[in-house]
């Protein structure tokens, strides 16, 4: 700021709360009050702007374009909120580093104007003493762009961040956080829940391959649009180019092998794309004069090294005979067999083929071109795959692009799991050839128009449909042409004769070999697993200044005990049917339960748990009290062994068995003591499983209990993984949980997210605090605000607070303040409706977990399989954030190694017998690491070698030609075979009637049969194949015409 002009005062001060300047007649006028009038004036207006806006929010306008390629930053003209006023800031143009972090903002320099730099200032008044005189000074501030560091003049106030040439997404004003988190949690919640919802895209934010930049990254531009992460709102104001640097998974393929044809052949490989030829060898023919040795009996060296064969040795018009004349050793002529050889000295001409190593011609993705190769040998290569994979581009609540990584597979390329803290854009499929393939996967937000619009399509096309059935079957019933038809679009299992037994897999429109199921329980880890990590403070109130009872309303009854189910989860469901479908379903993708549709009614087939028994571990009953009776989603269970008592800790152990026919889904589990104590927990069975439902599991199973609690609200400033809690106590009488939960409205919720328990004895009531820490870390987002809770059974137990006018003895501090300002202390009768104190807070030491391994590998345990042929690894990881991942990889029996991921299938060439190793592979870093769950299987499948399909019948009064129409894939080692059934008879097989290439090995068949008096036809289709080898028919239609 320009210096001050001579005689000018402003002592203005906001502490000494003065209201209002008070002129009084008959006194002098003074220009410092003048001057405190404008500034009191200007504070005041501050605070209004500050609540609703931050020093660089954007009211209008102030794009940014960079150009990466020479770091010029366009910047467009607009409105800024700064230093308490909107502030027109003119555009320009500037130039930024292109590599780190760079804030891009405003520069404010303040100038004092007097009247010699501006003779308006001198008082135009024509009269009186002070005409022409000189009056006030002005205060210019004006604006510039710039960057944090440049050097350039005035206060800097940052408004866009630029990352490795990237502009991150802005946050749009106003963002009044308390109303921003209160709608944060209604777009969550009203969206799909905590685990995807407040996560879409509003418009725009397409995602497009651009051609890659001169280092060789691939590069995407995201175009301009709205977006939500969590609630909280981004907008791009113009596309943005994002770079990937990233590499293929690679795979070497050796000694594959091609047989050549005459002159020039093609070579296409067996697994393209190719990243790199090794080596080629092809078998050539050469003819050569040889120089016979100096030695009956001795042997000639040919010129060239790995001689594959000998066709002829010649010397003039005599033809030496191969074997017993002289014969082929290594790269030599023998002439040791002792007949006929030339003489010593001359030379004779040989004819041979030999390996030679070649250079590719014509080399692209899928093969090349070699040359001269003798017709019907073997070109033996070796070449390095690049295997397909799954990548997504994703982008976090700050604007920050990210990209997450997927497991690389030849077949089954699967994309990665997405953190919940970031929104998934697209899905780039790495092909590694010049285009990959973006599917665009982002939720979009479907405008109210639209979606009028497609349910009025809905509601023609069921129309439609109607029309057409009643259309089909006037034709069918009144036109004398056709006798019978029957189709199965091979969707599910309603299509098949349901009155014969037959194996064949039926599901998304194929039929298959069946697969049977063996589900493994995999041991590790017992308790949720996560890399090393200490805790460090994060966020605490230090200040005592008195201390309050944790239950000072006097409602305490027994606190639960604590119940552990193993296993609490179980990925398999049980489907009540006849058939292997949804078995061989979970194999080949696709969700296994089915759905018939009749115009307007639907129904679909339930799932159920499955009846396993399930091991249950009691803490917390009294000393000696009898289990009297267990409850499993809502029914009386027996258990194992039938008398449990508990011994003098109170701990108590058992079994029981789910009961048939359960619905899956969470299921309540609660234990009731004869002593009345009683504890609950919960058993999970279903296909998919979130985090924040193994969350639940993993603690005691109630969301809470009419206890008589405090609380203490908070809102961390920064992403953390909290780990535990520092509380001072004053007294102490029994055991005493914290509990982490959110928050609602200002109070914790029922949800608990977190908990830890400690006994009397392990309670501090010296002057240091008592350290809870959570089984786990618990991941909590900025912004956000949470609550911690502290329970107890008695009326003792105090807990240290600070009051605002109190003491602080230990600091020796009076509390003049809100001790804590980013949250309050609650109390409570029931832990449902809380009484929250303004003036108070809680002494605590929040712990955030500092991890001192960036990665830990976890051995989950060993499987011995026989016949295994597929495999799935149904386990759940939290990873929450970009820099977390969790992989795994399977040991086969023959010691290879595959990675995957969970829920991925694999696919075996071969059968396989013998142990199967899992163990997974967690990656983070010092602020956060991926935390892996209890309760993972291995579903292993055994596929069938045959399988069957029979159709239902339809009639063939009248007909005298029967037509079988199907599509099928057949790979060599497997076979489909049709067959027709003529009123029960005999089955027979059908008149080939040509055929028509599908595309992907799908060929279509047509059969044909004559009849003559029959009555009704059925198909059947017999299946066989392998591991290696697996067939698959669709689109089946029979038709019996007259």
């Known amino acids: 700021m320009s210096d001050l002009p001579r005689h000018y005062y402003c002592d203005y001060d906001d502490s000494q709360d003065y209201w209002e300047i008070m002129f009084i007649d008959g006194r002098y006028a003074q220009g ?111 604006p510039s762009w710039g960057y944090a560091g440049d050097g350039g003049e005035g206060d800097f106030f940052p408004v866009h961040i630029v990352e490795d040439g990237i502009v991150r997404a802005k946050e749009p004003p106003p963002h009044l956080e308390s109303y921003n988190q209160a709608i944060a949690a209604y777009d969550v919640a009203s969206t799909g829940g905590t685990s995807i919802g407040g996560t879409y895209v509003c418009s725009g934010m397409s995602v497009r391959q651009a051609p890659n930049n001169a280092d060789g990254q691939q590069v995407y531009t995201v175009a301009e649009g709205m977006a939500r992460v969590q609630g909280r709102g981004l907008k791009q104001a113009t596309s943005v180019r994002v770079a990937y640097d990233t590499t293929p998974d690679l795979r070497t393929v050796r000694t594959e092998v091609h047989t050549a044809t005459s002159g020039t052949y093609r070579v296409s490989v067996a697994h393209p794309p190719i990243h790199t030829i090794t080596s080629i060898s092809v078998t050539r023919q050469k003819t050569v004069s040889v120089l016979r040795g100096t030695y009956t009996g001795g042997a000639d060296m040919l010129p060239d090294t790995g001689v594959v064969a000998i066709l002829e040795c010649r010397q003039g018009g005599v033809v030496y005979a191969q074997g017993a004349d002289y014969r082929k050793v290594g790269d030599n002529v023998d002439w040791s067999p002792g007949g006929s050889e030339p003489e010593p000295g001359s030379t004779y001409t040989c004819v041979y083929t030999f390996l030679d190593e070649v250079q590719p011609e014509g080399l692209d993705y899928d093969g090349f071109t070699v040359t001269d190769a003798v017709e019907g040998s073997n070109i033996i290569i070796s070449y390095v795959q690049a295997l397909p994979r799954r990548d997504r581009l994703c982008i976090t609540q700050e604007g920050q692009y990210v990209w997450h990584k997927g497991v690389a597979s030849e077949r089954y390329p699967y994309p990665p799991d997405v953190p919940s803290d970031v929104l998934a854009l697209a899905t780039i499929l790495q092909t590694w050839r010049e285009a990959n393939t973006v599917e665009i996967d982002a939720p979009i937000v479907m405008p109210w128009n639209s979606l009028n619009a497609l349910a009025e399509r809905v509601e023609f096309a069921i129309r439609e449909i109607a029309r057409t059935r009643l259309e089909a079957d006037v034709t069918t019933r009144e036109n004398g042409a056709r006798a019978g038809v029957f189709v199965d679009d091979l969707e599910d299992d309603t299509g098949r004769d349901q009155g014969i037994t037959q194996t064949g897999a039926v599901f998304g429109g194929k039929l298959q070999l069946p697969i049977s199921l063996t589900v493994y329980n995999l041991d590790a880890p017992a308790r949720p697993a996560c890399p090393a990590y200490a805790p460090v403070n994060a966020v605490e109130q230090p200040l005592r200044t008195g201390s309050e009872k944790v239950n000072p309303y006097m409602a305490f009854p027994d606190l639960p005990a604590v119940l552990t189910l193993d296993p609490s989860v179980d990925h398999w469901t049980e489907e009540k049917t006849v058939w292997t479908s949804s078995t061989t379903q979970v194999f080949e993708g696709g969700s296994a339960s089915a759905t018939t549709e009749i115009v307007s009614s639907v129904t679909t087939q339930l799932d159920y748990l499955r009846p396993i028994r399930v091991e249950f571990t009691i803490d917390g009953f009294g000393g000696g009290e009898i289990l009297d009776e267990l409850v499993f989603d809502g029914m009386v269970v027996p258990f194992e062994p039938s008398s449990i008592v508990a011994d003098p800790d109170g701990r108590a ?390």
Not at 60 to 87: D, F, H, K, W
């Open 653 to 1042: 152990s058992g079994s029981f068995v789910i009961p048939e026919n359960i619905p899956s889904g969470a299921k309540t589990v609660e234990v009731n003591g004869r002593g009345r104590s009683h504890g609950s927990a919960v058993f999970i069975g279903s296909g998919e499983q979130t985090t924040n439902t193994l969350r639940t599991v993993q603690t005691s199973g109630q969301w809470w209990w009419n206890v008589d609690p405090q609380s203490e609200t908070f809102t961390p400033e920064k992403n953390m993984m909290l780990c535990g809690v520092d509380l001072w106590f004053t007294a102490v009488g029994g055991e005493v949980r914290v509990q982490l939960r959110e928050s609602d409205g200002g109070f914790p919720s029922r949800t608990i997210l977190a908990e830890a328990a400690l006994s009397a004895e392990d309670i501090n009531l010296d002057e240091g605090p008592t350290r809870f820490l959570f089984d786990c870390p618990m991941y909590l987002i900025s912004g956000m605000e949470y609550a911690f809770v502290v329970l107890c059974a008695d009326a003792v137990t105090s807990i240290s607070v600070a009051t605002l006018g109190g003491f602080d003895p230990y600091l020796q501090v009076k509390v003049l303040s809100q001790p804590y300002a980013l949250g309050v202390r609650n109390s409570s009768s029931n832990a449902s409706t809380w009484t929250a104190h303004q003036d108070s807070d809680l002494t605590f030491r929040l712990l955030a977990a500092e991890f001192s391994q960036d990665r830990l590998e976890v051995d989950m345990g060993t499987v011995y399989v026989t016949d295994c042929t597929d495999l799935i690894l149904q386990s759940v990881a939290e990873t929450p954030t970009a820099t977390t991942s969790v992989e795994y990889e399977l040991t086969l029996p023959d010691g290879s190694t595959v990675a995957v991921a969970a829920k991925q299938r694999i696919q075996l060439p071969a059968p396989v017998d013998g142990p199967i190793i899992v163990k997974a592979i967690l990656r983070g870093d010092a602020d956060a690491a991926p935390i892996l769950w209890p309760g993972a299987q291995l579903f292993v499948g055994t596929l069938a070698t045959t399988g069957d399909y029979y159709s239902r019948s339809i009639p063939a009064i009248s007909a005298i030609k029967a037509t079988l129409i199907y599509d099928a894939y057949v790979p060599d080692g497997s076979s489909v075979v049709p067959e027709i059934q003529i009123d029960g008879g005999a089955w027979q097989e059908m008149i080939p009637d040509g055929t028509v290439q599908q595309g992907d090995g799908v060929v279509e068949h047509t059969l044909v049969l004559d009849l003559n008096n029959s009555e009704t036809a059925k198909c059947r289709f017999r299946l066989a194949g392998s591991a290696a080898a697996r067939p698959h028919v669709q689109n089946v239609r029979l038709l019996t015409t007259k």
């Open 32 to 142: 410092r009050e003048m001057n405190n009038l404008q500034k009191q004036v200007g504070s005041r207006i501050t605070g209004l702007g500050d609540a609703l806006f931050s020093n660089g929010d954007i009211h209008e306008g102030s794009e940014i374009v960079v150009n990466q390629e020479t770091g010029n930053a366009l910047l467009q003209p607009g409105i800024i909120y700064l230093m308490g006023a909107m502030r027109s800031v003119p555009g320009g143009r500037i130039e930024i580093p292109m590599e780190g972090l760079v804030s891009v903002g405003v520069y404010l320099r303040s100038t004092v104007i007097t009247e010699m730099e501006d003779p308006s200032l001198f008082n135009p008044a024509t009269t009186g003493e002070g005409s022409g005189e000189p009056g006030a000074c002005r205060l210019r501030i004006t």
